[in-house]
């Protein structure tokens, strides 16, 4: 792969090579110490120049960007940024190893191009220019799954309108950008109503069967189904397993085992609000990440720093923006996005005890595949597999996460919670109230979520 850079104007010849200069010049954001501190700079600037490049382009962000530049240039003198632990180890020690203070302990170039992180690992031939604005696919393909691609495609074809009218490569970007928005959904208009959060119907979960004018929303999915991720079915198929061997076998009893002293963080819906009768379903998660499914079959989240956008135009699509460049296409939905958040931040209390995680950046975070509203709960399907469901009448709430093992969280209607291994609740049994819940999450799962 060749990787190709521009923009030299400030570039400068050093005759002799040792000559260093002391101009403080460049874009604030790659500005090396030396510089700031004007005790002459040579190549080793680039170096770093190079370094900060490489950050911005694997995390979104330039590893020193601040609101105020006086602190920016504090953050490079005293070299303090983070390094996310979604980086590889190889990412992280080369850019430990390029972004130090002393000049003379960054690598050179050719050391640089030896490092594992260029020489180790997989590194596709080339990158599509959609690369530009979405997050490129470098997962290596398994020969066997590319085998059974070719022998189905040699079977079955392609799908007639991936041929026919196949726009040129140069065209991809903009097509990208202009044509995000046009998807579908499998939403059912519910009646109007002002944005709810809750729904006061008594809980009776017993008598009450989901009803087919449930409203509902769903992620567009792509059509291709050759394109790795979670789907609503296989979220559903995987729950509906695990639920019916945990309940077939499940023995009597009169309350829940002892819980999981030290589960782990747990990333669930703390914050939702149904505005479907007019834009889609709003939700904040616990990571204080907040996004909305729209009607229209795409979902748009705000990260927690509220710096970056994350757009889905379908289930396996993922774009990412900076706030301030996101497309002037998407500006609408951005504006919903940020009432929703403002709105579920000023008038929405916290649905549970559970501790707040950190958000921590990926590729492609997790998402809302679907939800399912009845007169008795809420249902939430994410990309993960994670499966929320919220009980109008007392808010207690059922989420089943983690799948290997399976965990199942209960949050009572005093707010507290607790994490139960479905394994145990199994061979032990549960209280009356927590089998009545799993039970209805069955229901439905089974009767609510046809795919």
């Known amino acids: 792969m060749e990787l190709k850079m521009g923009d030299f104007g400030l570039a400068t010849r050093l005759e002799p090579p040792e000559h260093r200069k002391k101009t403080i010049c460049g874009t604030p954001n790659y500005v090396a110490p030396e510089v700031l501190q004007r005790q002459g700079h040579g190549p080793e600037a680039d170096v770093w120049s190079l370094g900060c490049v490489m950050y911005t382009l694997l995390c979104g962000s330039p590893p020193f960007e601040t609101v105020d530049l006086k602190e920016t240039y504090r953050c490079i003198k005293q070299v303090h940024y983070t390094l996310p632990a979604s980086l590889s180890l190889p990412a992280r020690q080369l850019l430990a190893a390029i972004l130090r203070a002393s000049p003379q302990d960054r690598p050179s170039i050719d050391q640089i191009l030896r490092h594992d992180f260029f020489t180790k690992g997989y590194t596709p031939d080339r990158l599509p220019v959609s690369s530009c604005v979405t997050v490129p696919d470098l997962t290596p393909l398994n020969p066997a799954r590319i085998l059974f691609v070719k022998v189905t495609k040699s079977?079955?074809?392609?799908?007639?309108?991936?041929?026919?009218?196949?726009?040129?490569?140069?065209?991809?970007?903009?097509?990208?950008v202009n044509g995000l928005t046009r998807t579908s959904i499998g939403h059912q208009d519910a009646r109007p109503e002002a944005p709810a959060a809750s729904g006061p119907a008594p809980l009776s979960l017993v008598e009450t069967a989901p009803e087919d004018?449930?409203?509902?929303?769903?992620?567009?999915?792509?059509?291709?189904?050759?394109?790795?991720?979670?789907?609503?079915?296989?979220?559903?198929?995987?729950?509906?397993?695990?639920?019916?061997?945990?309940?077939?076998?499940?023995?009597?009893?009169?309350?829940?085992?002892?819980?999981l002293a030290q589960p782990e963080p747990l990333v669930w819906v703390s914050k939702w609000v149904d505005y479907s009768n007019k834009f889609g379903f709003g939700y904040q998660l616990s990571s204080r990440r907040v996004a909305v499914l729209f009607n229209n079959g795409t979902h748009m989240a705000l990260s927690a720093n509220r710096k970056t956008v994350h757009y889905n135009p379908t289930s396996t699509k993922h774009f990412s923006f900076?706030?301030?460049?996101?497309?002037?296409?998407?500006?609408?939905?951005?504006?919903?996005?940020?009432?929703?958040?403002?709105?579920?931040e000023q008038r929405l209390m916290k649905g549970g005890d559970l501790p707040s995680v950190e958000e921590v950046e990926v590729p492609v975070p997790p998402l809302l595949l679907q939800w399912v509203k009845t007169d008795q709960a809420l249902l939430m399907l994410?990309?993960?597999?994670?499966?929320?469901?919220?009980?109008?009448?007392?808010?207690?709430?059922?989420?089943?996460?983690?799948?290997?093992?399976?965990?199942?969280?209960?949050?009572?209607?005093?707010r507290s919670a607790c994490t139960y291994l479905a394994s145990h609740l199994q061979q032990l049994g549960c209280s009356p109230d927590l089998r009545q819940r799993l039970h209805y999450a069955l229901r439905l799962l089974r009767d609510r979520c046809p795919v």
């Open 382 to 414: 994410f990309s993960d597999g994670t499966i929320q469901v919220n009980f109008y009448g007392d808010h207690t709430k059922l989420i089943l996460s983690g799948w290997e093992p399976l965990l199942v969280t209960f949050v009572a209607r005093n």
């Open 155 to 176: 079977l079955f074809g392609r799908k007639k309108n991936k041929n026919k009218n196949r726009p040129e490569e140069r065209d991809e970007v903009s097509c990208l």
């Open 213 to 259: 004018s449930s409203p509902r929303g769903t992620l567009a999915s792509s059509g291709d189904g050759f394109e790795e991720g979670l789907t609503v079915a296989t979220v559903v198929e995987s729950a509906l397993c695990a639920l019916r061997n945990c309940l077939a076998f499940m023995p009597p009893a009169e309350q829940n085992p002892a819980p």
């Open 322 to 344: 900076s706030v301030g460049a996101v497309p002037r296409a998407l500006q609408p939905q951005l504006g919903v996005l940020k009432y929703f958040a403002s709105y579920m």
